[in-house]
């Protein structure tokens, strides 16, 4: 089992940075593929990012990618997502998943573990 609690969501102008963290608790943590989705009102969830158990490997959704980098800290059972140059599209609640699985799917069905979310709003 692993519980996953996202942090650092906010509100910020565009063009401006945050940095979002899951932390996860489970010993097994550092075994799971983790990635980050994110939900708009009325939209469904969609993939953000995505990075492999030791890192070596990341993905990127085409809307973010050069704007935002995904890392993990094993020893500290924590995801990060580093958000910059933010624009008003990506205002949203982002989410946190975990899978087991080595490859890094995009589809939210193919994540076994999810954190509750953190809010982003980013003004115009």
């Known amino acids: 089992q692993v519980q996953l609690v996202e942090s650092g969501g906010g509100l910020v102008q565009a063009g401006g940075s945050l940095r979002l963290s899951c932390a996860a608790s489970g010993r097994t943590f550092s075994a799971y593929t983790v990635g980050w989705f994110r939900q708009a009102p009325g939209k469904e969830r969609v993939f953000v990012a995505a990075?492999?158990?030791?890192?070596?490997?990341?993905r990127y959704a085409d809307s973010v990618k050069g704007r935002f980098t995904i890392s993990r800290d094993n020893a500290k059972n924590t995801v990060y997502l580093e958000m910059n140059s933010l624009e008003p599209e990506d205002t949203a609640a982002y989410y946190c998943?975990?899978?087991?699985?080595?490859?890094?799917?995009?589809?939210?069905?193919?994540?076994?573990?999810w954190g509750q979310g953190t809010q982003v709003t980013v003004s115009s």
């Open positions: 990075t492999t158990w030791n890192g070596a490997r990341r």
């Open positions: 998943a975990a899978t087991i699985q080595f490859a890094i799917p995009d589809g939210p069905s193919d994540y076994d573990y």
